[in-house]
């Protein structure tokens, strides 16, 4: 097995692993830094983000509000401390990539400019258009171009953290254009390697995806924390589950069930005018709207198309000028894949599945309790999204939880004085296993045990829940990890190019992933954000339930779930208001 | 770490694969024609050089009813050729709709005002040797 | 669920380790109106054969995974339908004139280091600072730069491009274009060092002008533009030195 040697391996090319990657390489020029990626960075999942990034330079914003939302938005279960640190430095990093060259889109006079997304009180989100993490991406990746310390290992699939006294100090990783394996060592890693929500079936996200990244902290003994708590859009295609952002509601986009009749004024967040206006109606938090989707599907009162029921999202009244000048996407996307002109009719839209809020914990350095690795962005839970992440404050945390996680880590790097360990047993012992994964000629294909999964968690897992069909998921979850460790039958039985093969190493951690989402949500016996209970635990309970989930890695059996103290600073949990209450402060558009 | 072994499809009779190229060729290839025709001019030139019956001969040949016929394939080519060049001249200014072009104004338009003033002067020149024969 | 239909997909086949040259293999695909070829393909992965390999990624035409030819077309087959050929076979192959490492996924290696060299990163001018804040930038200036920054490396218009495919020395379409998309940002003050790789025979002057970059671009970046006002600026550039040898640069 060849072996390389580098300071810091940042695993994942996306938004927070480019930022890390820049960070510690204008940390310290000397750092060797490996930016290994599954796929060539400006392929990541950053780059379908299309709203924009949560940063406080409008006039009428303040720190504080951005605190509030993003506390108010996460339902208390956020860390407010990280919170606290994250908003004071989100417009700092905006900032940095405009001096980069990120195209953001502006006013008449140069200025940027702001929209509303959901759950906002002031304007807040900066954004390109309707491509903003498309151009983030390729700002980060064009700019990391400069820095020679930074070594890309694009199309390397890592499989394992290799620890070795209490430490990671290597990383085990297959080329995948020859399927040969690489032994990665190293002084630090950071996961950046994204979400998990290829764990459900409807779905936002790329085919990418898949939380191996969490999988194998998870493996090592890090607890994964709050992953009950999963985001589903309100707004993406039926069928496809493609995207449709935020920003066309907070452009003024309405939602209509089959009776052209703005149903979110009955779930708690009219009244209906002035329209548009700050947390109120269409720009509600993400939970709130999609959970009324949820209702008015069992009312009945949602349209029917070929892939399922949906509402429509009207943008019509926009007209064609603003939508092609602000929404270019958005309409490019109705028209190839809806056969929709949103100038001339309402768009089909549904829930799904857009963001894993949990993740490996971390503190606003990046620092997990393992040492030496380091987390950052969606795979990470540093703490601020708490129970329901707020729309534009995730492209804001890669950068700034990317850039302190790599500043963190080329420190340690810099600083570690330890004898590199001896690895090779391990990377060996592991590679060994998923060699073998080639010879097996029995079992279940790849696609049969990864339908049976989205079809668990869709059922068991989804938008509203309940402990019978958690608890089904639970078990049925069990039975399936049992039957992938039968063994998946492969038809590719070469090394080179072999992406059947490692699509079933990846399984394996989606898997796992998977059961720590369904065994937290079974523990928590309360509603809170993104995780509503319809059996008898609809409310939010703050006595028992004010805490993190954390799920432990138990070797083949389930997870151990416990629980973890919540930092609580400046904002005691209270009722989370929008619509009537919610007092706007000022016309909602800016123009 | 060894590198991947990988295979090269050649580009045999790689024109024959959209006709897009068919055309890209043709347009190439009347720009030889025109190549031919300037070294022809040249002869001319020299022969009037060497002397008044060198250049007569040179110009007995532009009578004959051979002559007729390749002007006439010469003229085409002239003019598929300007037209193509037109077509593409556009590609050569900054992107129309971007604030250094009137409202309106699109590649077409450049292409049509173009294509005009071509024809003007053209017309000028033919009118001023016609001219000039008499 | 609409109507079930079937298509065949021929799909060019190369495995390294062993087939000496490639050759095709058909699948019968049973299709709905809305299935893209990339959900063909994903179906041919999953129910019939595992051994097919592709790129993908975001299925919304953003990743720029995807990209194959499709009946000698490069396309994203992401937004490509099956309807649109069905009762017809389609024939997938990987993008033209770059090397095959697996069936239909290419090597882009060669791809990635000229756009490396194209110094694509905003190179600001000495004297310019802009502290904490960002720098002003009118809609208008960022209009004269925007459509160049939508590529999405996806790669179809260099399979497009009969001259990378004749040389493939050749910056090529995407990496020109982005050159230009830095040179056209008002923020920008890099281009004398980008001068460099415009002039070369390699550069600007490698093109043509087939225009076929631009035809088949998904997203409308035009390279063929952004390469043919560069070839003015190359002369441009030639003369101004002839004249001032002791100029700027």
């Known amino acids: 097995m060849d072996a390389i040697e580098s300071d810091l391996v940042i695993i994942g090319g996306g938004g927070a692993g480019l930022r890390a990657a820049i960070a510690a390489a204008e940390s310290d020029p000397g750092l060797s830094i490996a930016l290994v990626s599954k796929v060539v960075p400006m392929r990541s999942h950053t780059v379908a983000a299309e709203g924009g990034a949560a940063g406080v330079i409008h006039p009428d914003d303040t720190l504080d509000k951005h605190f509030e939302d993003t506390v108010s938005g996460g339902d208390w279960l956020c860390e407010q401390d990280v919170v606290e640190y994250f908003i004071g430095q989100c417009t700092r990093e905006l900032t940095q990539l405009e001096h980069w060259g990120c195209p953001w889109s502006r006013q008449d006079d140069g200025n940027i400019n702001v929209r509303y997304f959901g759950g906002m009180k002031s304007p807040r989100t900066w954004f390109a258009a309707d491509k903003t993490g498309f151009h983030i991406l390729h700002t980060l990746f064009q700019a990391s171009l400069k820095y020679p310390s930074i070594r890309r290992f694009d199309e390397f699939f890592c499989t394992d953290l290799l620890v070795e006294d209490g430490r990671v100090q290597g990383v085990l990783a297959f080329n995948i254009a020859t399927g040969e394996s690489v032994l990665l060592r190293c002084k630090a890693v950071i996961l950046a390697t994204g979400g998990a929500s290829r764990v459900f079936g409807q779905n936002t996200n790329a085919g990418i995806v898949t939380g191996e990244g969490m999988g194998m902290a998870y493996a090592q003994g890090v607890p994964l924390r709050d992953m009950e708590f999963v985001q589903w859009h309100p707004t993406a295609l039926p069928g496809s589950g493609i995207l449709i952002t935020e920003g066309a509601r907070g452009e003024g986009g309405i939602l209509l069930n089959k009776d052209g009749y703005r149903y979110l004024q009955d779930y708690g967040m009219g009244p209906l005018d002035p329209w ?316 | 770490m060894n590198q991947p072994r990988t295979y090269t499809r050649g580009m045999q009779r790689w024109w024959l694969r959209r006709p897009s190229y068919r055309f890209y060729l043709l347009r190439e290839g009347t720009s030889v024609v025109i190549a031919l025709y300037g070294l022809f001019l040249l002869a001319g030139m020299a022969a009037l050089a060497v002397g008044p019956g060198a250049f007569e001969t040179w110009r007995g040949l532009l009578f004959s009813p051979l002559s007729w016929l390749l002007h006439l394939v010469v003229l085409a080519a002239f003019t598929f050729h300007a037209w193509t060049w037109f077509k593409v001249l556009p590609l050569t200014v900054p992107p129309v709709k971007t604030r250094r072009f009137p409202r309106g104004f699109t590649d077409a338009t450049l292409n049509r005002v173009a294509l005009w003033a071509w024809g003007v002067v053209s017309l000028v020149i033919l009118v001023a040797a016609m001219r000039g024969l008499q | 669920m609409s109507q079930t239909r079937t298509i065949v997909i021929e799909c060019l086949r190369f495995h390294p380790e062993t087939d000496e040259a490639p050759y095709y293999q058909s699948y019968e695909v049973p299709f709905t109106e809305e299935m893209s070829v990339l959900e063909g393909l994903q179906y041919i992965k999953d129910h019939l054969d595992g051994t097919l390999t592709f790129r993908w990624s975001c299925r919304m035409a953003i990743c720029g995974s995807c990209g194959c030819m499709v009946n000698d077309e490069p396309v994203l087959s992401c937004q490509t339908f099956l309807r649109d050929y069905h009762p017809a076979r389609i024939r997938v192959e990987p993008l033209a004139h770059f090397p095959i490492l697996r069936d239909l996924a290419i090597d882009q290696t060669d791809f990635l280091a000229k756009l490396e060299s194209v110094h694509p990163y905003l190179i600001p001018s000495t004297g310019d600072d802009p502290g904490d804040q960002p720098r002003h930038q009118t809609p208008d200036q960022v209009q004269d730069y925007l459509g160049y920054a939508q590529c999405i490396n996806c790669l179809l218009c260099y399979a497009a491009c009969p001259q990378y495919g004749l040389n493939d020395a050749f910056t090529g379409p995407a990496a020109l274009a982005l050159l230009h998309r830095y040179n056209a940002d008002s923020r920008d003050a890099g281009k004398d060092q980008r001068m460099e790789v415009i002039n070369a025979e390699e550069g600007v002057w490698g093109c043509t002008l087939v225009g076929e970059c631009s035809e088949v671009c998904p997203k409308h970046v035009d390279p063929a533009r952004a390469i043919n006002q560069n070839k003015i600026a190359s002369t441009q550039d030639y003369f101004l030195r002839f004249l001032k040898p002791r100029g700027r640069r």
């Not at chain 1, 992440?389 to 810099?414: I, K, M």
């Open chain 1, 276 to 591: 548009p206006r700050p947390r109120a109606m269409e720009l509600g938090p993400r939970d709130r709207v999609s959970q009324a989707f949820w209702h008015e599907d069992q009312a009945g009162r949602t349209v029917n198309t070929p892939n399922g029921s949906a509402v429509h999202l009207d943008l019509r009244h926009l007209g064609e000028k603003k939508i092609m000048e602000r929404l270019p996407m958005i309409r490019e996307l109705a028209l190839t894949f809806a056969a929709t002109d949103p100038v001339d009719s309402p768009i089909p839209v549904r829930p799904a599945v857009h963001y894993t809020m949990g993740g490996v914990p971390c503190d606003a350095n990046g620092a997990t309790p393992l040492q030496g690795l380091f987390a950052a962005g969606e795979c990470a839970s540093v703490g601020i999204h708490g129970a329901n992440r707020l729309g534009s404050n995730s492209l804001a945390e890669l950068l700034v939880f990317g850039r302190a996680a790599g500043e963190s880590a080329a420190r340690l790097a810099r600083e570690s004085t330890t004898a590199p360990a001896n690895l090779e047993a391990q990377a060996n012992e592991a590679e060994a296993r998923h060699l073998k994964m080639l010879d097996t000629t029995e079992g279940e294909r790849v696609a049969a045990i990864r339908a049976e999964m989205h079809d668990i968690m869709e059922s068991g897992v989804g938008i509203v829940r309940d402990a019978e069909r958690m608890g089904q998921a639970c078990e049925r979850l069990s039975a399936l990890r049992e039957r992938y460790r039968r063994g998946v039958k492969l038809d590719d039985r070469g090394r080179c190019f072999n992406t059947e093969w490692l699509t079933a190493i990846e399984l394996g951690h989606t898997l796992q992933v998977a059961e720590a989402m369904a065994h937290s949500a079974l523990a928590r016996k309360e509603s809170r954000g993104a995780h509503l209970r319809q059996d008898g635990f609809d409310k939010r309970d703050d006595e028992n339930f004010l805490c993190h989930s954390m799920a432990w890695h138990q070797g083949d059996g389930p997870p151990r779930i416990d629980h973890a103290p919540v930092t609580i600073t400046r904002s005691s949990p209270r009722e989370r208001i929008y619509g009537r209450d919610s007092q706007p402060e000022q016309p909602a558009r800016e123009e």
